[in-house]
């Protein structure tokens, strides 16, 4: 995968408008961003055998889940949000990011990086 400058970006409705350094935009809905969190809360953690622990209880999402209330930068690699719900742990990298656009052109980047 390329390497990731930090992209501007800003809430833009129910969506993420992010503007890559390669010229590239992306329209990513807050539902996506909120169903991917990257957090271990919501994606588990690997044990030291590599096995991924789930919480024994998984968060139920309503409205308020998909509704940003901040939105605040991680360094220069990613950023945090805050949910309507109150969850923030989850840190989105700007890799992770760019992988989550699902347009034509990175689809078959994404494709063309396969093994």
Known sequence: MRNQASPTYQLFGDFLALSWADSHESMLSLRLLR???PC???RGEPDLLGRILMPAQQDKHNESSYQVTALSPVGLYGIQFTWG????????TFEYLRGLCDCDIC???SETEAP
Do not use: N, Q, S
Not at 85 to 92: A, R, S, V
């Open 85 to 92: 719900d109150g969850h923030y742990t989850g840190i989105y």
């Open 107 to 109: 689809r078959a980047e």
């Open 35 to 37: 169903e991917a969190c």
């Open 40 to 42: 271990a809360h919501c």
